[in-house]
């Protein structure tokens, strides 16, 4: 079964939606980033974003339905984005995920490369790991970190390889995180968490080596 047109224009209307905010930010330099939609798990079949086209702009021609082998459902000239393959894992490693959003920033960039040489990134007793559906007191959570391989199977590999239930996203060292969620207002919840606690790890890191560097010239 394929997914009717009103399941479609649905999809690429949340998706104009979630796009549009995270162009607001600045969060697809360059048109990097990724963005999908499931539209039905059996067979799976999800909106999924365009290869290469400016993310800041909405154009007739920026989303395309594929499958499970992330190809096109439909005749199209439109190019799946070319990390789908990670989407299409997403999907099939947690059946419940309905969103999942990519998006390249400084922050996500810079803590990948502070926490260079490890597998991970950890934090604890932030308010904002709430948003990740977290709710246990003075919690920690672990976010792993992978490389940035380019051959796309081998970096999709490597993301089914460390993903979990229990923290809704991945780090690709000096490239990006992916973030998904049951559906796209819960994956928007996780990615604005995650990059919350990114910024907020990497500023305070600096201001404390600025106060450790003043109180040690003083
Ligand atoms: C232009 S840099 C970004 C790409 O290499 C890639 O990582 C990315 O996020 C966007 O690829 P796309 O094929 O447009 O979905
Ligand atoms: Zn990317």
């Known amino acids: 079964m394929t ?13 104009d939606d979630a796009k549009l905010t995270f162009a607001r930010r600045d969060w697809f330099p360059g048109t990097s980033g ?12 999800f909106a999924v974003t365009a290869s290469g ?14 499958d499970q082998d992330s190809h096109p459902v ?34 996500n960039n810079l803590i990948s490369e502070l926490y260079f040489g490890q597998r ?11 948003g990740l559906g977290i709710w246990e007191e003075n919690a920690r959570i672990t976010v792993p970190i992978v490389e940035n391989f380019a051959d796309i199977p081998t970096l999709a590999a490597a993301i089914e390889k460390v993903m979990t239930p229990e923290v809704p996203g991945v780090l690709i060292r000096n490239h990006g995180i992916y973030t ?23 500023r305070w890191l600096q201001l404390r080596q600025a106060v450790v560097s003043t109180t040690t010239t003083n």
């Open 3 to 15: 997914a009717t047109l009103e399941q479609r224009l649905d999809a690429f209307r949340r998706l």
């Open 34 to 45: 990724n963005l999908s939609i499931k539209i039905q798990s059996d067979p799976l079949q």
């Open 53 to 66: 086209k400016d993310k800041t702009k909405l154009s007739p021609e920026d989303y395309l339905v594929v």
């Open 74 to 107: 439909d005749d199209t000239a439109l190019k799946p984005s070319a990390e789908t393959l990670i989407h299409a894992v997403v999907y099939k490693t947690f059946p419940k995920a309905g969103a999942c959003f990519h998006v390249h920033t400084v922050w």
């Open 120 to 130: 991970a990134f950890s934090i604890q007793g932030q308010e904002l790991i709430k």
């Open 180 to 202: 998904w969620g049951g559906n796209d207002f819960e994956a928007k919840r996780h990615l604005e968490a995650f990059e919350f606690l990114f910024e907020y790890h990497a």
